[in-house]
């Protein structure tokens, strides 16, 4: 049987409780989260740990969650890393812009079930996986 090896994430996002929260809920799914404060910290932390897959909050504060894709989808390095936008910015239209026009792999809305947060990572992961 082959050793599955442990999925990497980076959470970028201006809230602490959030990233504790989606830290707790990964982790026990044997996903291995590092949480970077604010857009620039999440470029960094991105830039130096390459992970199979990036969640991005959109509203912070300094740089934005805009910035962090738009940078991340420029650089050769990082711009086939998978990112699903974790927003409090709900309406159809932020949904549309991030999805069609953007090509988010996944939008999910605060507040969201755990289980709706495993099952886009999951899915985002598989749709990838070699």
């Known amino acids: 049987m082959?050793?599955?090896?442990?999925?990497?994430?980076?959470?970028?996002?201006?809230?602490?409780?959030?990233?504790d929260l989606v830290s707790l809920i990964l982790n026990r799914r044997g996903f291995q989260?590092?949480?970077a404060h604010g857009g620039r910290n999440g470029l960094d932390l991105i830039n130096r740990e390459l992970p199979?897959?990036?969640?991005?909050?959109?509203?912070?504060?300094?740089?934005?969650?805009?910035?962090?894709?738009?940078?991340?989808?420029?650089?050769?390095k990082t711009r086939n890393i998978p990112v699903i936008v974790i927003t409090a910015k709900a309406q159809d239209i932020d949904r549309?812009?991030?999805?069609?026009?953007?090509?988010v792999d996944d939008y999910i809305c605060k507040p969201f079930r755990p289980q709706?947060?495993?099952?886009?990572?999951?899915?985002?992961?598989?749709?990838?996986?070699p």
């Open 52 to 76: 199979d897959l990036i969640l991005l909050d959109l509203m912070m504060p300094g740089m934005d969650g805009w910035e962090v894709f738009q940078q991340v989808k420029a650089n050769e």
């Open 33 to 35: 989260v590092h949480g």
């Open 2 to 19: 082959e050793e599955q090896r442990i999925r990497t994430i980076v959470y970028v996002e201006d809230d602490l409780e959030m990233i």
């Open 96 to 103: 549309v812009l991030g999805l069609h026009i953007a090509k």
């Open 116 to 129: 709706e947060l495993v099952d886009a990572v999951e899915k985002v992961l598989q749709r990838i996986s």
